[in-house]
């Protein structure tokens, strides 16, 4: 008997769902971020979408650091 919420799946079933998975998220990316882009230009000011893009970014390189000084790599 399986206990319940305990199912055995193979590797290729899960691999299979796993690239399910990563495909819907590209194509929901894929349509939602335009659109969203969309809307943040018709409601807010270029200046603040220009200075939200450089903290993103700045977030980013910092992450991208991080994960560097953890896994003991040195360049990017």
């Known amino acids: 008997?399986?206990?319940?919420g305990k199912q055995f799946t193979s590797p290729e079933s899960r691999y299979t769902r796993a690239l399910s998975h990563a495909r819907l998220a590209c194509d929901?990316?894929?349509?939602v971020s335009p659109t969203?882009?969309?809307?943040l230009l018709a409601v807010m000011a270029s200046t603040i979408l220009l200075l939200g893009m450089a903290v993103g970014f700045i977030?980013?390189?910092l992450m991208a650091?991080?994960?560097?000084?953890v896994t003991g790599s040195t360049s990017i």
């Open 28 to 31: 929901l990316q894929d349509s």
């Open 65 to 69: 650091e991080t994960a560097g000084a």
């Open 36 to 39: 969203l882009a969309r809307l």
């Open 1 to 4: 008997m399986v206990p319940h």
């Open 59 to 61: 977030a980013s390189a």
